[in-house]
T-cell receptor, first 115, second 116 residues
Framework: ETGVTQTPRHLVMGMTNKKSLKCEQH?????MYWYKQSAKKPLELMFV???????ENNSVPSRFSPECPNSSHLFLHLHTLQPEDSALYLC??????????????FGPGTRLTVL | AQKVTQAQTEISVVEKEDVTLDCVYE???????LFWYKQPPSGELVFLIR??????QNEISGRYSWNFQKSTSSFNFTITASQVVDSAVYFC?????????????FGKGTRLSVIA
């Protein structure tokens, strides 16, 4: 498998559920990102991991909890979400530290619906 | 602070027409990078091009061309002889050198509809 993969592609959950989104990259990159894309809003950066260290957390509510066990895998743990958290969650990867010039490669996203 | 503006929210064209998507950026850095991404209905953002601030040469790739003008802080994207498969949301993005690995700042996107 190549590129950036995300599972599941679609997820429906209740507000009291706990679920996790998974992202895996097969590009040998060292930086990984979570973005949220809501209807009629620009892409919002949520978290950045660079060589497994979290380097950015853009004031994301604690009901979203990221985990990066290694450079190839990134998780987003979800608990007690709100309906307004319904969105497309995109994972991306890039080469890594000091690489602001490097393009990010995106996965297909997980379409999350919170009931 | 860095900022990217895509003033066109939605554009509709008839197949085979040429279309230009506008992108205007703001940055205080002298070294920065500009990107264009395409997001088809499937959802995945597809990387199209990267341009650094020192390279103002325009680029052409098939039916796609990009016009980078530092004087007007613009990085416009033109599709020649558009096709239905070009229908997507297109995002312009900016990354500053001094921000290290701080990720891209995206514009709000332009939804392009190409009608057969």
């Amino acid at each position: 498998e190549t590129g950036v993969t995300q599972t599941p592609r679609h997820l429906v959950m209740g507000m009291t559920n706990k679920k996790s989104l998974k992202c895996e990259q097969h590009l040998g990159h060292n930086a990984m990102y979570w973005y949220k894309q809501s209807a009629k809003k620009p892409l919002e950066l949520m978290f950045v991991y660079n060589f497994k260290e979290q380097t950015e957390n853009n004031s994301v509510p604690s009901r979203f909890s990221p985990e990066c066990p290694n450079s190839s895998h990134l998780f987003l743990h979800l608990h007690t979400l709100q309906p307004e958290d319904s969105a497309l969650y995109l994972c991306a990867s890039s080469l890594g530290r000091g690489s602001s010039y490097n393009e990010q490669f995106f996965g297909p996203g997980t379409r999350l619906t919170v009931l | 602070a860095q900022k990217v503006t895509q003033a066109q929210t939605e554009i509709s064209v008839v197949e085979k027409e040429d279309v230009t998507l506008d992108c205007v950026y703001e940055t205080r850095d002298t070294t920065y990078y500009l990107f264009w991404y395409k997001q088809p209905p499937s959802g995945e953002l597809v990387f199209l091009i990267r341009r650094n601030s020192f390279d103002e040469q325009n680029e052409i790739s098939g039916r796609y061309s990009w016009n980078f003008q530092k004087s007007t802080s613009s990085f416009n994207f033109t599709i020649t002889a558009s096709q239905v498969v070009d229908s997507a949301v297109y995002f312009c993005a900016l990354s500053e050198e001094t921000s290290g690995n701080t990720p891209l700042v995206f514009g709000k996107g332009t939804r392009l509809s190409v009608i057969a």
